[in-house]
């Protein structure tokens, strides 16, 4: 399985709550390994998560890859 950055970060949240197959979680880890982008989004998805998770369940909003997108793109930016 090949994967492409959107296909990571499509993913990631999946990945970072362990819900995604091993077969994709290999492939994840496999992009991840030569990939800086993706490794950044990933870190920084993690700290999202773990801001809005709290101790709660909870469930993405409609929109919300959009704007996490969007967000990651802004934070890779600044930092480039
Ligand atoms: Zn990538």
């Given at each position: 399985m090949v994967l492409n950055c959107?296909?990571?970060?499509?993913?990631v949240s999946n990945y970072i709550e362990g819900n995604v197959d091993p077969a994709l979680r290999e492939a994840i880890e496999t992009h991840l390994a030569h990939c800086r982008h993706c490794a950044a989004v990933l870190d920084s998805t993690r700290n999202i998560l773990i801001l809005i998770a709290d101790d709660?369940?909870?469930?993405?909003?409609v929109g919300y890859s959009d704007r996490l997108h969007a967000r990651l793109q802004e934070e890779i930016g600044r930092r480039e």
């Amino acid at each position: 399985m090949v994967l492409n950055c959107k296909h990571v970060w499509d993913q990631v949240s999946n990945y970072i709550e362990g819900n995604v197959d091993p077969a994709l979680r290999e492939a994840i880890e496999t992009h991840l390994a030569h990939c800086r982008h993706c490794a950044a989004v990933l870190d920084s998805t993690r700290n999202i998560l773990i801001l809005i998770a709290d101790d709660r369940v909870f469930e993405l909003p409609v929109g919300y890859s959009d704007r996490l997108h969007a967000r990651l793109q802004e934070e890779i930016g600044r930092r480039e």
